[in-house]
Nanobody, 114 residues
Framework: VQLQASGGGLVQAGGSLRLSCAASVSIFSVNAMGWYRQAPGKEREYVAILTGGLGTNYADSVKGRFTISRDSANDMWYLQMTSLKPEDTAVYYC?????????WGKGTQVTVSS
C-alpha cells in the first residue's frame, strides 16, 4: 500500500489550502483514513479521521476550520483547510487503516506565515 500526499505549500494566516492523498489500493471499504501532522520539535498529532462508516472526527484545534472528505471512485481523500493559523505549520501525513494495518504517506509541508 502506498500513499501519496500533495497540496502543501506556503500560505498567509487566514488563507486556505487543500491537501490530497492518493492511495494505491481501493478505499471503498477501508476501516479509516485521515490526516496527522507533525510540527518541528513536537510529536505527530491527529488532525482528522474519516471512518469507513463515513463518520468524521476532528482535533479540537481544527474543528470548524478543516474538513475531511473522500472520493472513493478515485481512491483519494482530502483535507480542506481554511482560516489557517501559524500554529498549523507542520508536515501533514495522510493515514490509511487498511485490512487492520496502518499506513502513512511521506508527508507534505504546510507553512502558514503570520
Amino acid at each position: 500500500v502506498q500513499l501519496q500526499a500533495s497540496g502543501g505549500g506556503l500560505v498567509q494566516a487566514g488563507g486556505s489550502l487543500r491537501l490530497s492523498c492518493a492511495a494505491s489500493v481501493s478505499i471503498f471499504s477501508v476501516n479509516a483514513m485521515g490526516w496527522y501532522r507533525q510540527a518541528p520539535g513536537k510529536e505527530r498529532e491527529y488532525v482528522a479521521i474519516l471512518t469507513g462508516g463515513l463518520g468524521t472526527n476532528y482535533a479540537d484545534s481544527v474543528k470548524g476550520r478543516f474538513t475531511i472528505s473522500r472520493d472513493s471512485a478515485n481512491d483519494m481523500w482530502y483535507l480542506q483547510m481554511t482560516s489557517l493559523k501559524p500554529e498549523d505549520t507542520a508536515v501533514y501525513y495522510c493515514y490509511l487503516k487498511y485490512r487492520n494495518l496502518n499506513y502513512w504517506g511521506k508527508g507534505t509541508q504546510v507553512t502558514v506565515s503570520s
